[in-house]
Structures are given as structure tokens and as C-alpha cells.
């Protein structure tokens, strides 16, 4: 029996230098993940519109205690329910400032029990 490898395409979709698809390890792949997830607006992709939590729509809502709490059980409740099974989130903190979105994640890549602290940020459009 041969064992199978598998490759994980790169996020953004791109050519490499050979012109074939890039790919990513492991990783890489699943903080490309994370980083789709926390900046797709429900509704944006049409075959599963409740895909995405939404951070990117309160950029501009009036920063307050109560909107981050409930900012961050958005956050963890589609982190949980889209990628569960590739994470495990041990922390996260949402912060919002102006017109950026910072997200810090800690997590442990279920596959390899590697973790990970990384820092997510994006900007209203």
C-alpha cells in the first residue's frame, strides 16, 4: 500500500515560479484558513452564505466594551463551527482601532499539535 501525500493549495490562489499552482504546508494552509474565515462577510460567498463571521462589517460601529465581547463569540463560534477540526483555539482577543480590525489568535494545528499565536488584521474597505 502506498501512502498518499497530501498538498494544500496556497492562499491567495496564484501561479509558483514554475507556473503550476502554489501550494503551502500544512500550517501556512490553515492560518490562510483562519484568515478567510475572519474577513468573509456572511452572505459573501454564494454556495455557503453563512460562511464568515462578519469582523470587517463593525469597523465602523461605535467601539465598546459589549461589541468586542460580542465580536469575539462571533469570532470563537465560526472558528468552531468552520474549523474545529483542523483547531483548537486557546485564546483570542479582538481589537479594534480606526479603520483596522486586529484579531490575535493562540491555537494548537490539530494535525500536528503544533501552536500557534498569530495576528490577524484587516481594514474596512
Not at 31 to 41: K, N, R, Y
Not at 68 to 96: C, F, K, M, P, Y
Request: charge should be negative; charged fraction near 25%.
Amino acid at each position: 500500500m502506498s501512502a498518499t501525500k497530501t498538498t494544500d493549495i496556497a492562499f491567495p490562489f496564484r501561479a509558483d515560479r514554475r507556473g503550476r499552482t502554489a501550494h503551502a504546508r500544512h500550517g501556512d494552509h490553515v492560518h490562510d484558513l483562519i484568515e478567510q474565515l475572519l474577513f468573509t462577510s456572511p452572505g459573501e460567498r454564494v454556495m455557503r452564505p453563512d460562511f464568515g463571521c462578519g469582523l470587517l462589517d463593525l469597523v465602523f460601529a461605535p467601539n465598546s466594551p459589549e461589541l468586542i465581547n460580542t465580536l469575539e463569540l462571533s469570532v470563537q463560534a465560526a472558528l468552531q463551527r468552520w474549523l474545529g477540526d483542523l483547531i483548537e483555539v486557546e485564546a483570542l482577543d479582538v481589537v479594534s482601532e480606526d479603520t483596522v480590525v486586529r484579531v490575535y489568535l493562540s491555537y494548537v494545528v490539530r494535525a500536528t499539535g503544533t501552536r500557534r499565536d498569530d495576528v490577524f488584521a484587516g481594514r474596512a474597505a
